[in-house]
């Protein structure tokens, strides 16, 4: 059971969550979409985030890259032996994907819509500009991140068909959800170190300038905040400067796995902390799928300990959301259930030192 609201975190007016709150980052075992989204929605009810389930076990056009692929406006993609490639018009692989996309929102509205107590909040996630350029293949066999033109195209693209899937999920829902957004770049630190490989893999590309990276975000998220959404946040590794990257954007906060940040990395999190942003914390590891899940008191240690050292008042520990370190994909459903189960505990206790301090 979700603890009550601490009334030292208690304010009106506000839209941001007043707990500690759990989510997962989307990804999901298994081909079902209906028992993946009934088992995501009841774990992670109210105070907690759920989210839009992804499952790339059913193959292509259901992984990450090609399901916003299929969002793009006016870009379509195939499928190629290195990867999703941008191509003239839509083709049986582009239909697949978005096929994909449409079943995950009608099972949505299914699911939702016979809820009693639906919730407030509804999480999407998608591929940020970057890595999605990183990912996406021109008609010569190049990674798009490679031609200027080619990676404006794709912001452009991208922003209006993230604007058009938030209306669409947003008609799947009751009316009045809330929908936060949640943009993943995971291949942002070797896109700003020039660290990505050509399609020969003789060489790496040049990076791609910092300003032009925050552009694009920015770009995207303006759309979004136009199309209704209420929370964006970037995922993004703990490793290299991407943190910095993002300290320097108007998002509304950041994911990142625990396990990653040293202390240079965790005071970049309290500044956030401070500037009054959100901080999605992998406090999780969920990196190895069959390791055994840590109980709730060693999770919370872990989460407190450097939140003293760094001099952060227990009261803003709502700014918190509690993931784990991965998508939950190459687990088994039992597992992917257990890891929600915990994330819930350990929001739950964390709620509590607020409520005692």
Request: proline residues 7%; contains cysteine; charged residues 20%.
């Amino acid at each position: 059971m979700a603890a009550e609201a601490p009334a030292s975190v208690q304010c009106t007016g506000s839209e941001r969550p007043l707990l500690v709150s759990a989510t997962a980052l989307g990804s999901w075992p298994g081909t079902d979409p209906v028992e993946a989204t009934r088992t995501v929605r009841g774990e992670l009810g109210e105070p907690n985030l759920p989210h839009l389930v992804e499952l790339p076990d059913r193959g292509t056009g259901s992984d990450p890259v090609g399901r916003t692929a299929a969002m793009l406006v006016e870009l379509a993609v195939d499928v190629q032996p290195h990867g999703w490639r941008l191509v003239d018009r839509p083709g049986q692989d582009h239909r697949r994907a978005v096929s994909a996309l449409a079943t995950d929102l009608n099972v949505l509205a299914d699911v939702a819509g016979a809820e009693e107590n639906p919730g407030r909040q509804l999480k999407v996630q998608l591929r940020g500009p970057l890595s999605l350029a990183a990912n996406l293949y021109l008609h010569n066999g190049e990674r798009a991140l490679l031609d200027a033109g080619a990676r404006r195209d794709l912001v452009q693209s991208l922003a209006a068909g993230a604007a058009g899937h938030l209306a669409r999920v947003a008609a799947s829902v009751p009316a009045g959800t809330q929908l936060v957004v949640q943009l993943d770049e995971p291949e942002i630190d070797r896109v700003l170190a020039g660290s990505i490989p050509t399609a020969s893999g003789y060489r790496t590309l040049r990076s791609v300038p910092g300003p032009e990276v925050s552009q694009a975000w920015q770009t995207v998220i303006g759309a979004l905040r136009d199309a209704g959404a209420v929370e964006v946040v970037l995922a993004v590794p703990a490793a290299g400067t991407a943190l910095e990257a993002v300290a320097g954007v108007d998002v509304d906060g950041f994911a990142v796995p625990a396990s990653g940040l040293d202390t240079r990395r965790w005071e970049t999190v309290a500044s956030a902390v401070e500037a009054d942003r959100r901080i999605w914390l992998g406090a999780l590891d969920t990196a190895d799928p069959a390791a055994q899940v840590p109980q709730v008191r060693q999770l919370v240690e872990g989460v407190l300990r450097p939140w003293r050292q760094l001099g952060l008042p227990a009261a803003s520990l709502p700014q918190l959301r509690i993931t784990p370190s991965t998508g939950l994909a190459g687990h088994t459903p039992a597992a992917a259930r257990q890891v929600l189960t915990r994330l819930g505990q350990v929001a739950d206790a964390l709620n509590q030192v607020v409520a005692d301090a």
